[in-house]
């Protein structure tokens, strides 16, 4: 008769909790793998991208692209300068006008609106930020270029730049004023601030190192975009004297020169490419230090 005390053959103390351990050391190894191979696969079309417009970009790069105008077909040489003072202009028209607009309606959503209204509101920035931006292009062609209001120029340009910015102003704003704790608004309050004092002085401060990070997203989608500027601003071969008038961009002088015959128009639409790139990487790493401080 075996004694309850005997062990079976093969079976040591333990070793079901060293096999069960062993096999989740291994499926947790197994896991992170897969995510670090994953995390890899989704950088790995960032990389192409930059490696290809590198190489492309840099070998047509030279000093005097940065202040001549567009070539002619056919024409040497050449650059696209006032392509750079144009897409600043438009993105500058849009920042001004989307700006103080979605701040103020993250403020009223965030502070002063509740219920039904807030959720309409938040409704519809979230369907406007899904518009494609060919629509903002055509609205504000209808408004304004159509309409003879202002023409092919500037100004409409910014304004379709605009459409474009306010949702992704609106929507990181509210979000980043409802991260502010409730202990700094109930302070403000407690000492005899008012309402709008408290938001002034204590939450949009607060949240303001995630505002400047949202607003930097939608300057960067602006400056990449052409379908608006195609039916707004249009295209110029010529330095801008006003802002009413047909305007060069960046984005639509790459869209121009990339499908061109011409070989030289060609590479002036590569270094543009890689240029408009850089702006966007710098007003990424400015706004990163910018929040980095404040914080």
Known sequence: ??????????????????????????????????????????????????????????????????YKLPPAPLDTGGGFGNAIIGTLIMVGIGAVISVPIGVAAAVYLTEFSKGQTARSIRFATNVLSGVPSIIAGVVTYGILVGSKVTGYSAIAGGVALSILMLPIIVRTTDEALQLVSNDLRQAAVGIGATNYQTVLQVVLPAALPSIITGVTLSIARAAGETAPLIFTALFSFYWIRGLTEPTASLAVLVYNFATSFDQNQQSVAWAASLVLVLMVLIASIIARFTTRSKS
Do not use: D, H, W
């Open 1 to 66: 008769m075996t004694s309850f005390s005997e062990q079976p053959q093969g079976f040591t103390r333990g070793s079901l909790k060293g096999s069960s351990s062993s096999k989740r050391t291994l499926f947790n190894n197994v896991m992170n793998g897969v995510i670090f191979l994953c995390g890899l696969l989704a950088l790995l079309p960032l990389g192409l991208v930059l490696s290809y417009l590198l190489i492309k970009g840099f070998s047509s790069l030279s000093l005097e692209l940065f």
